[in-house]
């Protein structure tokens, strides 16, 4: 089984669990999103499943299901003390009305957002806790270190870190003692190479978010297949790559019909090819793929049996999308 060293001396597999799925509806703004259809019962006994066959990785938000999320696993890891919980702050929510507040990263509400983390986890201390602000003001990104620096000094949490994808933002901070992580996107089609250079040079753990191109790898996409209104991956954010127009988009199916003969390869499903790849492609990649049914964690989990990508079907895919060309 794949296996990783993380900040404190502990190993733990090298596939998580996100729950971002799991946190069911949530409204930001005016507008309500899911994320697939999913049961506050079925994903805490998923979550139990997921620790009891090995997961010890979990990846939550205060604003996942404006904090639904966390309430969910907090129930479901009860007394599980060897789970490494990574939470973030920035946005956050209210479980019970189910909207989430507008961005605040200021000292107070950061201090308040891991109080009312750690009181949902049934946590003294939350392992990670990361700023979840992907573009946050570079100059200004000080303070809320300063903030976590000092909630780490106090014990609220075990060490801090940037849920980002500019390498700029990541070298500037990535420096400072606690600074322990990164999530990133990090999948077969957002290799990301620049920013994990930085997380490897800093000796980071980088959680590996979008592992599954927001279930795109999963192949269950279809460019006939229309997503819910209320779908997060039904609208047409600026940072919604991998589904257009209420679907999958069709230069991303492309390019996964090039490679599926690929990652199936060794008898793997192609979520576990997909995941094969992110654990042959960085040391440091800790995959977090979401998911709303027990199976789909099962299968995830399945890759860790089956390992990495060997090194030729790696050079196969590059060579591939090299030829399908890139977004």
Not at 288 to 311: H, I, S
Request: charged share 25%.
């Amino acid at each position: 089984m794949q296996m990783m060293k993380l900040w404190d001396g502990r190993s733990v597999p090298r596939i998580g669990i996100g729950t971002w799925a799991a946190g069911g509806a949530a409204r930001w703004h005016d507008t309500a999103t899911i994320y697939g259809e999913v049961d506050d019962v079925r994903s805490q006994a998923a979550l139990a499943m997921a620790y009891d066959i090995g997961a010890r990785v979990f990846d939550t938000a205060a604003a996942y299901g404006a904090g639904n999320a966390e309430l969910i696993l907090g129930r479901a890891l009860r007394g599980k003390d060897e789970a490494v919980i990574v939470t973030k702050v920035g946005y956050f929510g209210d479980p019970e009305t189910r909207k989430i507040a507008p961005e605040d990263a200021s000292a107070a509400a950061i201090r308040t957002s891991i109080d009312n983390s750690r009181q949902r986890l049934q946590r003294d201390c939350i392992d990670v806790a990361l700023l979840h602000i992907n573009e946050y003001p570079i100059e200004r990104a000080g303070e809320v270190f300063d903030t976590l620096g000092l909630l780490h000094q106090e014990g609220k949490i075990g060490g801090f870190g940037w849920s980002t994808d500019h390498r700029e933002r990541l070298a500037a901070y990535a420096p400072r003692e606690g600074f322990v992580a990164v999530e990133n996107d990090f999948n077969v089609f957002t290799p990301a190479n620049e920013l994990m250079a930085v997380a490897a040079r800093e000796d980071l753990v980088s959680f590996s978010r979008l592992p599954l191109a927001m279930g795109l790898l999963t192949g269950k996409y279809t460019p006939a297949m229309k997503l819910p209104a209320d779908d997060v991956r039904g609208g047409n954010a600026e940072w919604m790559v991998f589904f257009r127009d209420g679907a999958a988009n069709p230069h991303y199916l492309s390019r996964l019909a090039a490679i599926r003969d690929l990652l199936t390869s060794g008898g793997r499903t192609l979520a576990q090819g997909a995941l094969g790849w992110i654990l042959a492609k960085s040391a440091i990649a800790l995959p977090v793929p979401g998911f709303t049914r027990p199976e789909q964690v099962e299968d995830n989990l399945g890759a860790l049996e089956k390992g990495p990508l060997p090194a030729a079907v790696m050079a196969e895919i590059d060579a591939v999308l090299n030829i399908a060309g890139t977004a």
